[in-house]
């Protein structure tokens, strides 16, 4: 079964730091791009950042550039979310996402998504 | 920051038709991105109902469809049912952006 599957997420005090984590399973994860997309309490999904499949190619949303670190292990099959410098605005479900192969490059899988708490 | 525009909220009886309108610009889906919508229910992640302007995913009836015009998509369901209540969100890349973007999210409630 295709699958991912976030952690990470808690309660963090404005200014300090979180790492996500998403282990995917059920396909080559390699060869595919991956996405963090981010949903505040009650308003609407926000693309966060995306990686190619092999590592080396980042892009992220202009509200997160030089705040928040996209990376991969392909070993591992795991995604990661490296956030620093966090903002009451931050506080989100972030979801996991993949996007597809056969499906014009829209996200075809996404993860229960992990929630993020930024509150002193 | 939400660059597509959708209505807060469509409803329809039982049976009936609604649709939902994306609009965008020229840096968006005027440029020719693809669009591509997604379904919500409360408290789970999205689903993915629509890819490449028209096309459904397996698993997603024909009474779902999406067509695109010019800067503007729409999403409509026919015979609507109860299992239709949910929030429904386009999205596309926005080449002046350079990253993806969503639309506002539209609420359809089943009357």
């Known amino acids: 079964e295709v699958q991912l599957v976030e952690s990470g997420g808690g309660l963090v005090q404005p200014g300090g730091s979180l790492r996500l984590s998403c282990a995917a399973s059920?396909?080559?994860?390699?060869?595919?791009?991956m996405h963090w997309v981010r949903q505040a309490p009650g308003k609407g999904l926000v693309w966060v950042s995306r990686?190619?499949?092999?590592?080396?190619?980042?892009d992220s949303a202009d509200s997160v550039k030089g705040r928040y670190t996209i990376s991969r292990d392909n070993a591992k099959n795991t995604l990661y979310l490296q956030m620093k410098n966090l903002r009451a605005e931050d506080t989100a479900v972030y979801y996991c996402?993949?996007?597809?192969?056969?499906?014009?490059?829209?996200?075809?899988?996404w993860g229960q998504g992990t929630r993020v708490t930024v509150s002193s | 920051q939400s660059v597509l525009t959708q209505p807060p909220s469509v409803s329809g009886a039982p049976g009936q038709r609604v649709t939902i309108s994306c609009t965008g610009s020229?840096?968006?889906?005027?440029?020719?991105?693809?669009v591509h919508w997604y379904l919500q229910l409360p408290g789970t992640a999205p689903k993915l109902l629509i890819f490449g302007d028209s096309h459904r995913p397996s698993g997603v009836p024909d009474r779902i469809s999406g067509s695109k015009s010019g800067t503007s998509a729409s999403l409509a369901i026919t015979g609507l049912q109860a299992e239709d209540e949910a929030a429904y969100y386009c999205q596309s890349y926005d080449t002046s952006l350079g990253g993806y973007v969503f639309g506002t999210g539209t609420e359809v409630t089943v009357l």
């Open positions: 990686i190619h499949g092999d590592g080396r190619v980042t």
């Open positions: 020229s840096s968006n889906i005027g440029a020719g991105s693809d």
């Open positions: 059920g396909f080559t994860f390699s060869n595919y791009w």
């Open positions: 996402v993949r996007e597809g192969w056969f499906v014009g490059s829209a996200f075809d899988i």
